[in-house]
């Protein structure tokens, strides 16, 4: 399977900060990424895919990048509505595989 | 709006079948995917596997062959049973919806947690 490692497992930052998540995958997926933005208590959200696609509804604050191997999500001037776990999931093999995911909480 | 909510026993016990329904509500199952995602404490999400509308599925091979997943469309339900249970077990189990092209989850229940415990 192929592995997923997403960094920091937890990142500190007040409202107004620009945040940096990145996902590193264990071989080559092209930009078969997707992210996913989940609160305590409610349905995980689709942010993003195909590394950058932003989905619909989805604030432009949030932008995804990356390809290959490496790949970044990064939030614009932070809102109290996006201190929540965000997941990185790769679906270049059948056998789909996420990151531990990165808390982001307030500083 | 299509709504996706998990239904099941909280509490299994050890070598028993875990048996959890998710009910789709404000559309059809037709035409998608629909997976069981787990998450167990402490650790990263784990994709179960997968039932299409006609009836055809996939699982992850780590799970062997303890998965067995169902569709209802009379019912706008699917479901999941997973056997011989072990404490390895206990997670917040998801079910999600994967569009047919695009294998990412677009739509996502809220989670039910299961815990495996004599």
């Known amino acids: 399977d192929i592995q997923m490692t997403q960094s920091p497992s937890t990142l500190s930052a007040s409202v107004g900060d620009r945040v940096t998540i990145t996902c590193r995958a264990s071989q080559s997926i092209s930009s078969w990424l997707a992210w996913y933005q989940h609160k305590p208590g409610k349905a995980p959200r689709l942010l993003i895919s195909k590394a950058s696609n932003l989905e619909n509804g989805v604030p432009s604050r949030f932008s995804g990048s990356g390809s290959g191997t490496e790949f970044t999500l990064t939030i614009n001037s932070l809102q109290p509505d996006d201190f929540a776990t965000y997941h990185c999931q790769q679906y270049s093999s059948y056998v789909y595989t996420f990151g531990q995911g990165t808390k982001l909480q307030i500083k | 709006q299509v709504q996706l909510e998990e239904s099941g026993p909280g509490l299994v016990k050890p070598s028993e079948t875990l048996s959890l329904t998710c009910t789709v509500s404000?559309?059809?199952?037709?035409?998608?995917?629909w997976s069981w995602i787990r998450q167990p404490p402490g650790k990263g999400l784990e994709w179960i596997g997968y039932?299409?509308?006609?009836?055809?599925?996939d699982h992850n091979p780590s799970l062997k062959s303890r998965v067995s997943i169902s569709l209802d469309t009379s019912k706008n339900q699917f479901s999941l049973k997973l056997s011989s249970v072990t404490a390895a077990d206990t997670a917040v189990y998801y079910c999600a919806r994967r569009r047919g092209d695009d294998w990412y989850f677009d739509l996502w229940g809220r989670g039910t947690p299961v815990s495996v415990s004599s």
């Open positions: 039932i299409y509308h006609s009836g055809t599925t």
């Open positions: 404000g559309g059809p199952t037709r035409s998608y995917y």
